[in-house]
């Protein structure tokens, strides 16, 4: 699977709270997500939840070289028959995305781009199974998606707190949103922007000074 530009912003902006002690990645792929937490965080104890039998062996695999593997489970499963004795102080996922766009003839690429193993309605119910009632959800969408997952999820008792909205470059229309949720219907408090690129082609002092503690290209 391949790692985004929109999926690293995603994990390393993605605001950690004092008391957050565990962690659930949902739909966890090769563990990119997972991997950026559990280096922001010290002692945080993290669950990544993948359907796909393939990329679960590769995040396994990716997480035992990894300094961080004594407090990362990996487990091959699927989020709708999921169960945890604790529930989670995070959640964050980064969905299949195209929920109307045509399928393509690759079955795994489908699934993991579209919205065809799980259903927005079935991951908002995941997450409000296993959120504490203080606990906070981060989850990157298309923006034209968001309006309509932002729809079931406050059907089902989970709020817009903060959103950072991802373009590319400052004079295009923004293409991702990472929203910040809870239970707690409080409106949202801050809206920020990052923009991803220069006019030079090289990236902006904001994305360099997100990424750096991942980038290592990144002086």
């Not at 709270?17 to 565990?22: F, G, S």
């Not at 993948?50 to 489970?73: F, G, L």
Request: aromatic share 6%.
């Amino acid at each position: 699977m391949k790692v985004t530009t929109d999926a690293c912003i995603h994990g390393a902006w993605t605001p950690l709270q004092i008391q957050t002690k565990r962690i659930l990645d949902i739909g966890t792929g090769t563990g990119l997500l997972t991997l950026m937490l559990a280096q922001r965080t010290e002692n945080a104890l993290i669950d990544a939840v993948e359907y796909d039998a393939t990329a679960a062996e590769q995040a396994k695999e990716n997480v035992s070289h990894s300094h961080w593997s004594k407090r990362i489970t990996v487990l091959c499963n699927d989020i709708r028959d999921f169960e945890s004795p604790e529930k989670y102080d995070l959640i964050i996922c980064n969905p299949p995305f195209f929920d109307n766009a045509l399928l393509g003839p690759q079955h795994e690429k489908n699934r993991a781009r579209h919205t065809i193993a799980l259903s927005k309605e079935e991951l908002a119910a995941a997450i409000v199974k296993h959120l504490t009632p203080e606990g906070h959800v981060s989850i990157l969408l298309p923006v034209p998606e968001f309006k309509y997952w932002l729809g079931i999820a406050e059907v089902c008792g989970l709020h817009p707190r903060e959103l950072l909205l991802i373009r590319h470059r400052q004079e295009s229309e923004p293409k991702r949103i990472v929203a910040i949720m809870s239970r707690e219907q409080t409106g949202i408090s801050m809206e920020h922007q990052l923009t991803i690129m220069q006019e030079n082609n090289v990236y902006t002092d904001h994305f360099n000074e997100l990424l750096r503690p991942f980038y290592l290209n990144i002086p």
